[in-house]
């Protein structure tokens, strides 16, 4: 751990399981009351083998293992796509707006000029 190092960085893997994992219950909680795994006649449907598909407790657990692994992958994928210098520069300016020298929304003059030019204006 360098000087540097602040512990809330540290704990962001965690965070990222922990997340994932409660996005994974919650889709097997979703399932189980779908599947009617809590009444008692698709469990004794179940008890006898009677039941035609997977059991409800078998796919909640498939369904929760599934998002969870799809919610990692993804809030991965989403954490790698931020600069984390964005995070230290104040943002004084609406950030759709256009670059400009001076900082502020683009003056007329430039959006009649991109006009004229026939380029398409941005949006």
């Not at 997340?19 to 008890?47: E, H, N, P, W, Y």
């Not at 692994?69 to 989403?78: D, E, T, V, Y």
Request: net charge negative; charged share 20%.
């Amino acid at each position: 751990m360098t000087e540097n190092t602040r512990r809330r960085d540290l704990f962001r893997p965690v965070q990222l399981i922990g997340l994932s994992l409660l996005c994974g219950v919650f889709a097997g909680m979703v399932t189980l009351i779908a599947t009617g795994a809590f009444t008692d006649k698709v469990m004794r449907m179940v008890d006898k083998g009677t039941y035609a598909g997977i059991p409800p407790w078998n796919l909640a657990f498939i369904v929760t293992g599934g998002i969870f692994i799809a919610a990692l992958l993804i809030l991965s994928i989403l954490i790698l796509a931020v600069d984390p210098a964005d995070f230290t520069k104040p943002h004084d300016r609406p950030v759709l707006y256009d670059k400009t020298d001076d900082g502020d929304a683009p003056a007329n003059g430039a959006a009649d000029a991109g006009s004229a030019s026939g380029d398409a204006p941005q949006i």
